[in-house]
């Protein structure tokens, strides 16, 4: 079994930023993609960015320059730091990892809300 838990969702002015965790437990040997994805009201689930075991990161076009996300490989978790947050940054965000042993696995966390607005 693996469990994602994920934290630091809330509201938040325009301008602001917003710091998200998600840290993966159980049988998560061979951790491999470590990433971010979310969902507006209406909109297909679209990814934020993701990093390799190695640390190399991808973004979204919408957000880059303002979002960054890093990895604990030590502590299995995920950080996805976001800064001048806009409106159209609300969403249900989900933490999401990729798992390469004897094939491949993805797991999702459970989403956690970010809404932008004053």
């Known amino acids: 079994q693996v469990q994602l838990v994920e934290s630091g969702g809330g509201l938040v002015q325009p301008g602001g930023s917003l710091r998200l965790s998600c840290a993966a437990s159980?049988?998560?040997?061979?951790?491999?993609?470590m990433g971010w994805y979310r969902q507006a009201p209406g909109n297909q689930r679209e990814l934020v960015a993701h990093i390799s075991s190695g640390g190399m990161a991808n973004y979204a076009d919408s957000v880059k320059s303002r979002f960054t996300i890093s990895r604990d490989n030590a502590k299995n978790t995920v950080y996805l730091q976001m800064n001048s947050l806009k409106p159209e940054d609300t969403a249900v965000y989900y933490c999401?990892?990729?798992?390469?042993?004897?094939?491949?696995?993805?797991?999702w966390g459970q989403g956690t809300q970010v809404t932008v607005s004053s």
């Open positions: 159980g049988s998560i040997d061979g951790i491999s993609v």
């Open positions: 999401n990892i990729i798992i390469q042993r004897r094939g491949v696995y993805t797991y």
